[in-house]
């Protein structure tokens, strides 16, 4: 199976600050690589799809970037309602692994 | 628009099986692969499978092998997912969400049933 590793778990951070939020893939995975946003109490919403692809809807402010085994998740400047868990997620093979989550908190 | 309702919370004993559906609308359900995840509280997402409603062909995560079974009834879109010889620890939030390929981002998402199993 292939493990995905998040970095960090959780992040402290202020409105208006700028935050990475880094994947590794334990092998390579090429691009398929997604980014999932999740709020308590509700389902995962998509925010990145193949590693760079802004997700319709979702504002610019977010940006993917990588390939192969390490991807990086850019909130360039966040906003109140940036602070949830993200996700990252490879479909390369399965089973489907997701990383273990990171928590943005205020 | 494309939604996925899922049906509502259950609460089973250990050892019992459960049922989860999943109904789809606003677009062609048998065009379209159905994934489950799971997510146990306060922990993360683990995919436990996917469906073609249209082939009816389905890929297990290996360690679900042999409790879980994904079906679908492309006459009312639905899909099903059934996990069986329940234990405490499958105490978890299940979701579906559509995909158009199998190895898709998951684009929307199902609101999730949550299945307590406690004797």
């Known amino acids: 199976d292939i493990q995905m590793t998040q970095s960090p778990s959780s992040l402290s951070a202020s409105v208006g600050d700028r935050v990475t939020v880094t994947c590794r893939a334990s092998?390579?995975?090429?691009?398929?690589l997604h980014w999932y946003q999740q709020k308590p109490g509700k389902a995962p919403k998509l925010i990145v799809y193949?590693?760079?692809n802004l997700q319709s809807g979702v504002p610019s402010r977010f940006r993917g970037s990588g390939s192969g085994t390490t991807f990086t998740l850019t909130i360039s400047t966040l906003q109140p309602e940036d602070f949830a868990v993200y996700y990252c997620?490879?479909?390369?093979?399965?089973?489907?692994?997701f990383g273990q989550g990171t928590n943005l908190e205020i | 628009q494309v939604q996925l309702v899922q049906s509502g919370a259950e609460v089973k004993k250990p050892g019992a099986s459960v049922k989860v559906s999943c109904k789809a609308s606003?677009?062609?359900?048998?065009?379209?692969?159905i994934q489950w995840v799971r997510q146990a509280p306060g922990q993360g997402l683990e995919w436990m499978g996917w469906?073609?409603?249209?082939?009816?062909?389905?890929n297990y995560a290996q360690k679900f092998q042999g409790r879980v079974t994904m079906t679908s009834d492309t006459s009312i879109s639905t899909a099903y997912l059934d996990l069986s010889r329940l234990r405490s620890d499958d105490t978890a939030v299940f979701y579906c969400?559509?995909?158009?390929?199998?190895?898709?981002?998951?684009?929307?998402w199902g609101q999730g049933t949550l299945v307590t199993v406690a004797s």
């Open positions: 969400a559509e995909t158009q390929y199998s190895d898709d981002s998951f684009d929307y």
């Open positions: 606003g677009y062609t359900f048998a065009g379209y692969y």
């Open positions: 469906i073609n409603p249209n082939s009816g062909d389905t």
């Open positions: 092998q390579s995975i090429s691009n398929y």
């Open positions: 193949t590693a760079s």
């Open positions: 997620q490879q479909t390369y093979s399965t089973p489907y692994t």
